[in-house]
């Protein structure tokens, strides 16, 4: 290095050591810091008055810098290369403002009555899934019925074909809904029945089969072949009060204290499901099918399940719902547009048992208003002739109830069926079978009843007996119990000796 650069250089390193070490006046209140300096020490000065920031103002959220003020012997510091030649080359140096941030205006808000509102759909109380998801469910204990031709096909000029629902190990379709009802639980302490039908069967049947405590509670008026018929099944029975009324406000007493269930037959979705299977299987069974025909009476929930199977396979089936004249329940909430809870009649409990104790549910109601195509009732007569043509032609023992859909040919009230394919559910009740085939016997001209007064005067049974030995008749006596016929059968053995009793 030659002289005049050790001599800029020893100078230059002077004079900045000076700098440094030596005091600073303090800077002006209109001056602003150094921001070179970060150092506390080094502070040339006390920021502006007032500031909240000491780097400088706040505008619009954001730090604003300024020009920063520097004094210009010390640009060489920062801006200024001394070359090896001795040339000293300068640098600019500029300090670059950051970019005011402008807030956007707020977005314009809009009145609720602005938006248009698009209520959801109501979700659906039974789908085909569910159905279908019984139908796997139940498979492996529950057997499929058959749908066979029928041989009143050829009288009546249609394709008939019968599904045999009797055919269940407790004689009953509703096994289907009862036993998908049951696997669904999700607590199995012990279920509790307190009616005699063929749920409270199907129940004590199906739970036993699943490990599931059952207890039946039946008033005392209940038959005891009945109550044996539950402890068959395997069910703890449980005589209680004179009436059902009391056997269920116990059933329910007892539900509440034990933590079991107390189960009866209402519009359970589970339930229905499981009814609706019978829709599948016809559909399965009979190809090119065009309409199905469903009693309805107190089997409201075997109509809708069946007729939501139905419809969802195939659109165009027609779904035909009969009843009794004497209770045409969904017939008159149909015509009503709403469940009717209290139908002023009086049905023949022979024939059709307890009517009075079933309801129409609402979801029910609405299922059957928007998926069954027509519903008509039959006449008690009719009912009966047709349960006597199943016995003849078909050799199967059915109902009142399995025979409507048949009465209603009969009656000429489903003129739309002739010559198409169709499928009638066959039920059976058995209870009031002996009691429908001696009345349908009587319709039918085939047994006379008839009751006689005779007088005082010697010879009148004689002669009675004499004319009804010409005619070539027998006779059946009917007793009123087990004791009366015991003593009608002495008396009668002492008094005529030769008389001959027939075979039971």
């Not at 020490?41 to 619009?60: A, C, D, I, R, T």
């Not at 209402?266 to 309409?291: C, F, H, R, S, W």
């Not at 719902?321 to 809870?341: A, M, W």
């Not at 001696?438 to 005779?454: C, E, G, P, T």
């Amino acid at each position: 290095m030659n002289f005049a650069a050790q001599f800029f250089y020893s100078r230059y390193l002077s004079e900045r050591l000076e700098r440094l070490y030596s005091p600073r006046p303090a800077l002006k209140d209109s001056e602003e810091n150094d921001p070179f300096w970060q150092r506390e020490e080094l502070y040339l000065g006390p920021s502006q008055p007032g500031s909240s920031y000491k780097y400088g103002p706040v505008s619009n959220g954001t730090v604003g810098r300024r020009p920063t003020l520097i004094e210009p012997e010390r640009l060489k510091d920062f801006g200024v290369e001394e070359l090896l030649n001795g040339d000293v080359r300068v640098h600019e140096t500029k300090v670059a403002m950051a970019p005011e941030v402008v807030l956007m205006d707020p977005p314009k808000t809009r009145r609720v009555s602005e938006f248009r509102m698009i209520p959801r759909p109501p979700a659906q109380y039974l789908r085909f899934e569910d159905i279908s998801a019984a139908a796997f469910r139940i498979q492996s204990g529950m057997q499929k019925t058959p749908c066979t031709y029928s041989r009143l096909s050829k009288q009546y000029g249609m394709e008939i074909y019968l599904k045999k629902e009797h055919l269940h190990y407790t004689g009953s379709v509703k096994e289907r809904g009862v036993l998908y009802l049951l696997t669904s639980l999700t607590q199995r302490m012990g279920v509790i029945v307190a009616t005699d039908c063929n749920f409270s069967m199907a129940v004590a049947h199906h739970a036993v089969d699943l490990k599931i405590p059952v207890f039946v509670i039946m008033p005392s008026s209940c038959s005891s072949p009945r109550l044996r018929i539950y402890r068959d099944y395997g069910a703890m029975v449980i005589s209680y009060g004179s009436t059902g009324r009391d056997s269920q406000n116990h059933a329910c007493h007892l539900a509440r204290e034990n933590g079991y269930l107390y189960l009866e037959e209402d519009e359970n979705a589970a339930y229905l499901a499981g009814l609706g299977t019978v829709g599948m299987e016809i559909y399965e069974q009979v190809p090119k099918l065009e309409a199905v025909v469903i009693p309805a009476a107190g089997q409201y929930g075997l109509l809708a399940g069946t007729a939501a199977a139905i419809k969802h396979l195939d659109s165009r089936i027609l779904v035909i719902g009969v009843e009794p004249d004497d209770f045409p329940l969904l017939l008159q909430s149909l015509k009503t547009n709403g469940p009717i809870k209290d139908m002023h009649s009086n049905p023949n409990k022979k024939l059709y048992g307890d009517l009075m104790e079933h309801s129409l549910g609402v979801n029910t109601f609405h299922l059957a208003k928007k998926l069954v195509d027509k519903v008509i009732t039959v006449s008690e007569e009719d009912s009966l002739v047709a349960m006597l043509r199943f016995q003849e032609f078909e050799r199967s023992t059915v109902d009142t109830e399995g025979a409507m859909g048949l009465a209603a040919i009969l009656a000429g009230q489903l003129p739309e069926l002739k010559g198409k394919k169709w499928v009638k559910l066959l039920i059976l009740l058995l209870e009031v079978v002996r009691q429908c085939m001696d009345r349908a016997l009587v319709l039918d001209n085939r047994i006379s009843k008839f009751s006689v007064q005779l007088g005082e005067w010697p010879g009148d049974m004689a002669k009675l007996l004499d004319v009804l030995t010409r005619e070539d008749v027998e006779c059946v006596v009917e007793a009123r119990d087990k004791m009366q016929s015991a003593h009608l059968r002495k008396t009668l053995s002492e008094r005529y000796p030769s008389i001959c009793w027939l075979d039971r």
